[in-house]
């Protein structure tokens, strides 16, 4: 039986938005409505690979006054350091060997838009020093000018570490990491986020069915009970993935179990595993026998939902996943139960 993902709640999903219904998710986009519309120039995102930082910094740029201009992303890591400054800066001709023309720097090409500047924390030393300067001034000097040029830029930052541990470890300038900070996001990883990843799991089926041209109908419950309980290290860039790897090797027209690597099967057992409360001892079974059979039944099922509750934290998803029930069942019982407010 396939899960009825489309009576899932989500979002609209215009380009730019970040899916998801989790009251995390929420307050972040109303975080960057409210920092996008502000006249900051300068945010810092923290979170995890594949969280969609990348999303979030167009989001702002695409909600500010500077949308209509232009939004310039460079990694950081993978621009070797000693073309990082040209390419952040641009250089005059003849600067250096190899320099045969004039070049326009990515700062520039941002002006009154916005650059992104993901992984951050991989620029070097000398160019972080570079870098605050131009935050404090709103100018700059391309490699081999003798004048500076004045550039009107919102700077976006990311990383994937705690920026404050790199300064302590000399690896970040504590002056840049507070100037960065004025203004810091965090994206929720994916674990973090409960049905969200079944919202997001139906949004990349609706997108790839019209990519590929299939007719996937969603995801069988079993899968479903698999995609709660696995933790997705690699975020909603790891759950894009898997879905789009099914599209191209399976011929079913619903994710199963079987569709899935042995790592995320496992995983999700392992972990799935550690929320799952013990089934009473015979001796504590016969502690119920006094009450008769039917009062017995519910009194054992309460232990039972609350030995999972209390073993997941109090979270629900997890909670029914290792009973293996869904929310909504869970919550019923819990409500029946009188655990509603567990």
Known sequence: MARKLDQEPRMARYEGEIIGAHESIHALRKLVTRVAASPTRTVLIYGETGTGKGLVARMLHQQSARATKEFVDLNCAAIPSSLMESELFGHERG???????????????????????????????VLQAKLLSLLDTQNFRRVGAVKTTAVDVRFIAATNKILLSEVNSGRFREDLYYRLQVIALNIPSLRERGEDVLILARHFIDKFNEQYGRSIRGVSDEAARIFLSYPWPGNVRELENLIERIFILEEEDMILPRHLPDR???????????????IPSVAGVQDFAGLGFHNASAAFQKQLVQQALSAAGGNVQQAAAALKLSRHALRHQMIKLGLAGA
């Open 95 to 125: 600067a250096f060997t190899g320099a045969t023309e004039k070049k326009t720097g990515l700062v520039e090409a941002a002006n009154h838009g916005t650059i992104f500047l993901d992984e951050i924390r991989e620029l070097d030393l």
């Open 264 to 278: 995320i099967l496992r995983t999700a057992r392992a972990h799935s595993a550690t929320v799952l409360p013990a």
